[in-house]
Structures are given as C-alpha cells and as structure tokens.
C-alpha cells in the first residue's frame, strides 16, 4: 500500500504527458501569434515607406510647377517696360496725315477750311502748344459737353485778320471752350516763342462761334489739319 501511495506521489511518465502537450501547444500558438505579427509588422512597414516616398516625391515636383507657374504669371501679368516720353506719343499721334517722307507740309498764306456745319453740344476743352522746329504747333481738343468723344468735326476755318498776316484767326462754328486759360475774352496767352507769340479768345460775330487769334511777328504760312480718338484741330504754323 505504500509503495502504491510512494508511486501515485511521485508520478508516472505517462500521468504528465498530457499536461507537457498543452504547454507545448500553448508555445507554439504564442510563437506563431508572435510570427504573424512580424509578418504582419513587416508588410504594412513595406507598404508605408514607398506610398510615403512616393508622395514626397509628389510633393516636391509639385513644388516645382508651382514656382514655374508663379513665374509664368508673373510674367504674363508684368507691364511692359514703358519708353518714350508722353508729349512724344501725343505729337506722333498729332502729326499730319498728309506728311510723308520727302513731301513737305503744305503751308500757305491762303485761308483754309476743314469740316462741315454746326454741331452743337461740342467743347474745346484743351488747347495747347509746342515749338517743332520748322513749325510751331496748336492744337485745340474738342469732346462732347459731357466729356466723351466724338467724331464729327464742325465746320473750321483760318485765316489772316489783318493786313500784314501778323493775325491769323481760327473759327470754330457751334462749339463752346470750357479751357480755364481763355475764359476771359481778349486776354493774351503768351506762348514764350519768338515767332508765334500770343494766342487769345476773341469775340465772335455770335454767340454760335468761337474765335481764336494767333499773334506772330512776322507773317508766316500755316496749315489746318485735324486727327480723330479724340477730336483734335491742328493748327501749324511755318517759322
């Protein structure tokens, strides 16, 4: 009875094999848990680091377009560099229409006229004046009463005033002045020229015209002529 008790105590081989095959098998399930997670690990590690190389690589060349297409805009939108001076721009826009290379300006002391009838609602609005050279220039800008354009040109007429061609006269048929350096009527405006000297507003035979008197030294040719966008008169003067 004590040797049976002795050998149920100690155990036999064969009692424990159960018990060592679970444990075993416990082992491997935690093996092959930990195995699957590497793999797993492994996989989604080889997955991030190319989508991520890829986007940086996106990201960078997208960089680029988008300084391309700055400088591309910013070139497109940049105002091209301006020369030249205004009065020149205003005097290659002004110049005679009948000036070509090798023929001269025709210049006359006979009176002259351009245009047709009375257009009513005009104004000269700015009238000025510059020394060319060869010829001295006035030019008399005409709009609309309310300050747009227009393309109908009334009757304009020069000629000499007086005996000795020292007074020449430019006549306006139906248009008003609104520039504030002729309000006044006689009142001279010297030009600081020593051929053309003095240009005036002068009274008209009616209220339905406006006169202008050139005031020269010497009697002198001279040539009426207009351009248009806006309306302008020219008046040139040979010296």
Request: glycine fraction near 8%.
């Amino acid at each position: 009875m004590v040797t049976v008790m002795a050998a149920a105590s100690i155990g036999h081989p064969l009692g424990r094999q159960p018990a060592n095959r679970q444990v075993k098998g416990v082992m491997a399930m935690r093996k092959f848990l930990v195995l699957s997670t590497l793999l797993v690990t492994l996989l989604l590690i080889a997955a991030v680091f190319p989508s991520g190389c890829g986007r940086s690589e996106k990201g960078e060349a997208s960089g680029e377009e988008k300084a391309v297409s700055e400088a591309e805009e910013q070139a497109g939108t940049e105002e091209p560099a301006k020369t030249g001076k205004v009065e020149e721009t205003e005097e290659a826009e002004e110049a005679p229409s009948r000036e070509t290379e090798g023929e001269s300006m025709p210049f006359t002391f006979d009176a002259q006229s351009i245009g047709s009838g009375g257009v009513p609602g005009l104004v000269i609005n700015d009238v000025r004046w510059s020394d060319h050279g060869d010829y001295y220039r006035i030019v008399f800008e005409i709009h609309r009463t309310d300050g747009t354009d227009t393309t109908t040109l009334p009757t304009t007429q020069s000629w000499y005033g007086s005996a000795d061609q020292r007074r020449l006269l430019i006549f306006f048929l139906g248009t008003d002045v609104s520039d504030s350096q002729f309000d006044e009527l006689e009142e001279e405006v010297f030009l600081g020229d020593s051929r053309v000297t003095a240009l005036r507003r002068q009274m008209g035979a009616s209220t339905l015209e406006t006169t202008f008197a050139v005031v020269t030294n010497e009697p002198s040719r001279h040539y009426l002529h207009y351009v248009t966008g806006p309306m302008r008169v020219i008046l040139d003067i040979e010296k």
